[in-house]
């Protein structure tokens, strides 16, 4: 259950995100009737496999479970095949990748599958490259193990679809106790999670998230970590494939674009919080970057 929601959330969240529906998402069963989890809540479908159309879905995932049965379906397994043929992405959650395997799709692939699995799989299926990371992208085969790793599937899965940025911004609210570090000050942070990082340009990264209402300059940032600011940028070009002064923008722009959505805070109050000096300039770099005003982003946060 929390492998499949996982699974979903990621895709609702992106589209609540980007506030239009950059995914839709379908879910089936075996009899088109309601399937009961493992932890016996019903989850509706909307048809039986046999209605699943393979030319028209661009991912297709098996999602299984600790008590699945991992006899494939003829009809899915038929429908597999057809997906494979039409270029769509497969994926396998939990147990989900010893199907797609049973449906000879995932030969000379790699993939990845929850542990009770993992030896059963290896036997069965030798030209299927079986490892023990938590999730797996190969090419168009995507697999995961278990519930954490099936979220962190889906939103590689997202930044490969859409983009890096939504692909973070959907982490900062549904993996945030893998992303929140602490700053010097004790007060949470959310930082990448790139464990290369150096030292140096994680603390910049804490003090850019707590001086989002008083942004310090570049020069400032560099001299908190003893750094000239020329190696401050080479940090930020090689690590995060920014400029510190378009990622601090960029970090702001997120802010600002959560209270947009989650307060009633005015559009000056906002702009203001998050290191404007006016609503207009606010108002010019938050179209620039997400592609609709202020105003608009408020109005639409409760059409999805």
Known sequence: MMAFTGA??????????????????????????????????DISVSGKFSTISPENVDVLIVCGGLRSDLEIDK???????????????????????YILAQAGVMNDYQC????????????????????KRPYVIDRDRISSAGATSTLSMMLSLIGQLESEDLMHRVEGILNVDSVLGEAADGSLTMLPSDPTMPDELREVLQLMETHIDDPLTTMQLA??????????????????????????LGLRLGRAHQLLRQSNASIFNIAIACGFTSSTHFSHSFKDHYGTSPSATRSQRHNF
């Open 8 to 41: 979903v959330d990621s895709l609702v969240t992106a589209n609540l995100l980007s506030q239009s529906q950059l995914f839709k998402f379908t879910s089936y069963g075996y009899r088109g009737e309601a399937v009961q989890s493992d932890l016996n809540i």
């Open 75 to 97: 009809t899915l397994q038929s429908i597999i095949q057809k997906a494979s043929r039409s270029n769509c992405i497969l994926g396998g959650i939990w147990n989900g990748s």
């Open 112 to 131: 990845t599958i929850h542990p009770e699995n993992h030896a059963l799989m290896t036997e069965v299926f030798p030209k299927v490259e079986v490892n």
């Open 223 to 248: 001299d908190s970590v003893e750094i000239s600011r020329r190696q401050l940028e080479r940090l930020f070009l090689r690590y995060l494939d920014s400029s510190p002064a378009k990622y601090y």
